[in-house]
């Protein structure tokens, strides 16, 4: 079993649907991470939150410590959002911090 | 503007050639990874670099060689030891243990 699993795999909403990618772990964190991928490979950082919930724009990231849950929220969705949006949990290791990827979820927002 | 800079984008290698894949940031950043990226796979960490002259093997280090000679820079060398080069591989650096700044990606293929 992964570290870091994710859900869906695969989705595809209509423009201005409301859609939810989940993020679960097994390992313990300092602090879970969420990047954005688009098409041509470049990631951003979304978000990097440790507890309750932060929001930026459109989209919105919780984390619940107790179920090692985290999800990623965009609403009024728009096909410019089409991407695929990746969960990372961070640790420390030794003199490092670690970070340990989810495989992505392909998001697909039609006009 | 800050960032990081990969280049190429795109390269293509004879079997059994090595090939170095450039990583420039100038966020002033310490520390520096690389990370591979196959389909269906999330990323996996190659080699990373805390401070300059001073590097560690990642998760997946065989076939690979990477130097820190300066703060702003961290190449990958990708020998010919490596059984599976096609891939993609991006380059990141952190501060601390905050957020990671990802570059755009250099799409290896081995031909």
């Known amino acids: 079993k992964n570290e870091v699993e994710q859900s869906p795999q695969n989705l595809t909403a209509q423009e201005g649907e409301f859609i939810t990618i989940n993020c679960s772990y097994s390992?313990?964190?300092?602090?879970l991470h969420w990047l954005q991928q688009h098409p041509g490979g470049g990631i951003v950082s979304l978000f990097m939150?440790?507890?309750g919930k932060k929001k930026h724009g459109r989209l919105i990231a919780t984390i619940n410590i107790q179920e090692k849950h985290s999800s990623l929220h965009i609403t009024a969705s728009h096909p410019r959002d089409s991407a695929v949006y990746i969960c990372?949990?961070?640790?420390?290791?030794?003199?490092?911090?670690?970070?340990?990827f989810g495989k992505g979820t392909l998001l697909t927002v039609n006009p | 503007d800050g960032g990081i800079t990969q280049s190429p984008k795109y390269l293509f290698r004879k079997e059994g050639q090595n090939v170095t894949l450039s990583c420039e940031q100038n966020?002033?950043?310490?520390?520096m990874y690389w990370y591979r990226q196959d389909p269906g796979q999330g990323l996996r960490l190659i080699y990373y670099?805390?401070?300059?002259?001073?590097?560690q093997k990642g998760d997946i280090a065989e076939g690979y060689s990477v130097s820190r000679e300066k703060k702003e820079s961290f190449p990958l060398t990708v020998t010919s030891a490596q059984k599976n080069p096609t891939a993609f591989y991006l380059c990141?650096?952190?501060?601390?243990?905050?957020?990671?700044?990802f570059g755009q990606g250099t799409r290896l293929t081995v031909v």
């Open positions: 390992v313990g964190i300092s602090a």
């Open positions: 670099s805390q401070i300059v002259n001073d590097f």
């Open positions: 966020l002033n950043h310490d520390a």
């Open positions: 990141a650096s952190s501060r601390d243990r905050g957020a990671a700044f």
């Open positions: 939150l440790s507890s």
């Open positions: 990372a949990a961070g640790r420390p290791a030794g003199s490092n911090y670690k970070l340990t």
